[in-house]
C-alpha cells in the first residue's frame, strides 16, 4: 500500500471579531444577524479557539487542507481582508482549498467581495477566464479536488443554499471526464445534503444526490450544521461518506460541540481504495485532543 496523503477539512470559522459596522449598514438582514451576534453568536465564536484549532492543524503537517465556508459573519466589508489574513496564515493558496458559505454571501450588496479576496484559494488548476468558478478541479497528489459553491444571498432568517442547474450539469460533465483517471474524488460543498431544518437547507440536494448515484465521488466534506456528522449515499459501486464538521472557533454550547477538525489518510489498497478518519477537537481547557479514528472504508 503506498504512503498516504493527509486531506485536513475544518469549516465555518466565523472569524472572530466583528468589526463594528456603520450604522448604513445595518439594514434587512443584517440587523438580525448584528442583534444576533450581539447577544448570542459572540460568546461561542472566541478567536482563540480557533487559534488554537489552527495551530494543532499545522502541527499535523497535512499534505492539503479544505475549507468549506463561512469564513466571515454578516458580510461587512471590512471582515473581508482579516479573514483573508487568517486563511494566509492556515496555508498559502497551493496547499489549501476554499469555497464560500452562506455567511460569506449573506446579503446581495457585498456578495461579490469572497470572490475577489480569496480568488486564489478559489481557484481550479486550469485558470479558466470564465468568471463561473464553480465547479472549481484541483489535483493534489492522488486526489481530485472538487469545490461547489452553494452560497447566495437569502432573505432574513434563511440559511439555504443553491447550486443551480448550470453549476450541476458542470459538475455532471467533470465527474464523467474524471470517470476513468483513477483519481480519489473529493466533493467540497457548504451546505449538508440532507437537513432537519427547511430554512438551512440545500436546495437542490436531490438532484445533486442523484447526479453521485449516477457518477460517484469518493468523499464529499461540508460545513454548516456546525456538528459532527456522517451519512451515506448511494454511489454508482458503493456509498459514499458525507462528513461534516463543526465550527472552527466554537466552544460547546447547547448541542453543538467544540470546535474541531478531521484528517482523512488517503492511500491506494489493491484495487481500490483505504480512507481513515482522525477527529481531533478543542477541550474545555482549550487543548486539542483525539476524539476518535473512524476507518470510513
Given at each position: 500500500?503506498?504512503?498516504?496523503?493527509?486531506?485536513a477539512h475544518l469549516s465555518d470559522p466565523h472569524l472572530p471579531p466583528l468589526?463594528?459596522?456603520?450604522?448604513?449598514?445595518?439594514?434587512?438582514?443584517r440587523a438580525l444577524g448584528y442583534l444576533n451576534w450581539t447577544r448570542n453568536r459572540h460568546k461561542y465564536h472566541r478567536r482563540e479557539v480557533l487559534d488554537v484549532l489552527v495551530s494543532d492543524l499545522r502541527?499535523?503537517?497535512?499534505?492539503?487542507?479544505?475549507?468549506?465556508?463561512?469564513?466571515?459573519?454578516?458580510?461587512?466589508?471590512?471582515?473581508?481582508?482579516?479573514?483573508?489574513?487568517?486563511?494566509?496564515?492556515?496555508?498559502?493558496?497551493d496547499q489549501v482549498t476554499a469555497i464560500p458559505g452562506n455567511h460569506d454571501a449573506y446579503v446581495r450588496a457585498t456578495s461579490d467581495l469572497f470572490a475577489m479576496?480569496?480568488?486564489?484559494?478559489?481557484?481550479?488548476?486550469?485558470?479558466?477566464?470564465?468568471?463561473?468558478?464553480f465547479p472549481a478541479l484541483r489535483r493534489r497528489g492522488p486526489l481530485a479536488l472538487i469545490s461547489l459553491s452553494s452560497a447566495l444571498p437569502t432573505p432574513p432568517l434563511m440559511a439555504t443554499g443553491t447550486l443551480g442547474k448550470d453549476q450541476i450539469g458542470a459538475l455532471e460533465r467533470l465527474l464523467a471526464e474524471l470517470a476513468s483517471s483513477g483519481v480519489f474524488r473529493v466533493l467540497l460543498v457548504h451546505h449538508p445534503l440532507r437537513s432537519r431544518s427547511r430554512f438551512k437547507r440545500l436546495t437542490d440536494a436531490p438532484e445533486?444526490?442523484?447526479?453521485?448515484?449516477?457518477?460517484?465521488?469518493?468523499?464529499?466534506?461540508?460545513?454548516?450544521?456546525?456538528?459532527?456528522?456522517?451519512?451515506?449515499?448511494?454511489?454508482?459501486?458503493r456509498?459514499?461518506?458525507?462528513?461534516?464538521?463543526?465550527?472552527?472557533?466554537?466552544?460547546?454550547?447547547?448541542?453543538?460541540?467544540?470546535?474541531?477538525?478531521?484528517?482523512?489518510?488517503?492511500?491506494?489498497?489493491?484495487?481500490?481504495?483505504?480512507?481513515?478518519?482522525?477527529?481531533?477537537?478543542?477541550?474545555?481547557?482549550?487543548?486539542?485532543?483525539?476524539?476518535?479514528?473512524?476507518?470510513?472504508?
Amino acid at each position: 500500500m503506498m504512503a498516504a496523503f493527509t486531506l485536513a477539512h475544518l469549516s465555518d470559522p466565523h472569524l472572530p471579531p466583528l468589526p463594528k459596522p456603520r450604522l448604513a449598514e445595518l439594514a434587512g438582514k443584517r440587523a438580525l444577524g448584528y442583534l444576533n451576534w450581539t447577544r448570542n453568536r459572540h460568546k461561542y465564536h472566541r478567536r482563540e479557539v480557533l487559534d488554537v484549532l489552527v495551530s494543532d492543524l499545522r502541527a499535523q503537517v497535512p499534505d492539503h487542507i479544505a475549507v468549506t465556508g463561512d469564513f466571515v459573519n454578516l458580510a461587512l466589508a471590512a471582515e473581508f481582508a482579516p479573514a483573508r489574513a487568517w486563511l494566509d496564515g492556515v496555508g498559502p493558496p497551493d496547499q489549501v482549498t476554499a469555497i464560500p458559505g452562506n455567511h460569506d454571501a449573506y446579503v446581495r450588496a457585498t456578495s461579490d467581495l469572497f470572490a475577489m479576496n480569496f480568488a486564489s484559494y478559489l481557484a481550479g488548476d486550469d485558470h479558466a477566464s470564465d468568471t463561473k468558478l464553480f465547479p472549481a478541479l484541483r489535483r493534489r497528489g492522488p486526489l481530485a479536488l472538487i469545490s461547489l459553491s452553494s452560497a447566495l444571498p437569502t432573505p432574513p432568517l434563511m440559511a439555504t443554499g443553491t447550486l443551480g442547474k448550470d453549476q450541476i450539469g458542470a459538475l455532471e460533465r467533470l465527474l464523467a471526464e474524471l470517470a476513468s483517471s483513477g483519481v480519489f474524488r473529493v466533493l467540497l460543498v457548504h451546505h449538508p445534503l440532507r437537513s432537519r431544518s427547511r430554512f438551512k437547507r440545500l436546495t437542490d440536494a436531490p438532484e445533486l444526490i442523484a447526479l453521485l448515484k449516477r457518477h460517484g465521488v469518493e468523499l464529499v466534506l461540508h460545513g454548516h450544521d456546525h456538528v459532527h456528522s456522517t451519512i451515506w449515499i448511494d454511489g454508482p459501486d458503493r456509498p459514499i461518506p458525507v462528513v461534516g464538521v463543526p465550527s472552527a472557533s466554537a466552544i460547546a454550547h447547547g448541542h453543538y460541540p467544540s470546535a474541531a477538525y478531521n484528517l482523512f489518510a488517503i492511500a491506494r489498497d489493491g484495487n481500490g481504495w483505504r480512507c481513515e478518519q482522525t477527529v481531533r477537537g478543542v477541550n474545555d481547557s482549550l487543548r486539542v485532543r483525539e476524539i476518535r479514528q473512524v476507518r470510513l472504508f
